[in-house]
């Protein structure tokens, strides 16, 4: 499998608190990769890292350097917005704009000029939400608010938008934390039948989650990246102890 993100001896502060210490990790493509830890180990930090949103956050910095697709995304030649497009973020609650369920999918399109025929527009919104699996169920919706969805909707029409705009990765923090067990369960289903076209990293607190649905998991602690393995290896014999203790329930 080919490396897709590369992170290299990264550390991030706020202001004087040093939030991620020395972070080494070689995420492969296309497949489901997550980020497990106690609240405030810097899982979510990391995941911001990846496509610099924690830029927005006045006296952070960083050192080291994230590596996607075999260009560092800390190169001041970089383009972030281009990066964003290119890795987009669905959050814990589902956050659609306060417009139709159209142009919520159609905003990055017309917003980064990626599209203008609106022949091409209504042909990637139809691909897009039919990707989520949403198309049959809103299809003679379109116009219709997107806050009139279900959470469980509004948060598949958040991951159509990143779809849209041919977004090569997806970022998932904590995407279900707001979703009942079956809405979970069809997230979780839906995350399983994307990683066959993107790279999904996915940050959650739900350890059962997390087994059920990546390839891959790191676990943090302080900052700390305590391990980094094959999923299977990290829940039924890790190499740390302070793993083993996490997963099985000792401490977090």
Avoid at 91 to 120: C, H, M, T
Avoid at 165 to 192: F, G, N, Y
């Amino acid at each position: 499998m080919a490396i897709k993100i590369q992170i290299k001896n990264f550390n991030l502060w706020y202001t004087d608190f040093l939030a991620l210490k020395n972070i080494n990790i070689a995420i492969e493509e296309k497949r489901i990769t997550a980020m497990i830890g106690p609240s405030g180990c810097g899982k979510s930090t990391l995941l911001r890292a990846i496509n610099r949103i924690n830029d927005t956050i006045e006296g952070v910095r960083t050192e080291g350097d994230i590596i996607i697709s075999g260009k560092s995304v800390y190169d001041s030649r970089a383009d972030v917005e281009v990066l964003r497009r290119n890795v987009g973020m669905v959050f814990q609650r589902p956050n659609p704009f306060p417009i139709s369920i159209y142009e919520n999918v159609a905003f990055g399109l017309k917003v980064n000029r990626i599209e203008s025929k609106k022949s091409l527009i209504d042909e990637t919104v139809e691909e897009s939400l039919k990707s989520v699996l949403l198309w049959d169920d809103i299809k003679h919706k379109l116009k219709k608010s997107a806050l009139e969805l279900t959470l469980e909707q509004q948060q598949r029409l958040c991951i159509a938008r990143v779809i849209a705009v041919k977004s090569q990765i997806i970022l998932l923090d904590e995407p279900c934390s707001s979703l009942d067990p079956v809405a979970t369960q069809r997230i979780e289903e839906l995350m399983l039948q994307l990683k066959d076209k993107y790279t999904i990293v996915i940050v959650t607190h739900n350890m059962q989650q997390a087994a059920r649905v990546s390839a891959d998991t790191a676990f943090m602690l302080l900052g700390d990246l305590i391990e980094f393995d094959k999923t299977e290896k990290i829940f039924t014999n890790p190499a740390k102890k302070e793993t083993n203790d996490y997963v099985s329930g000792r401490f977090g």
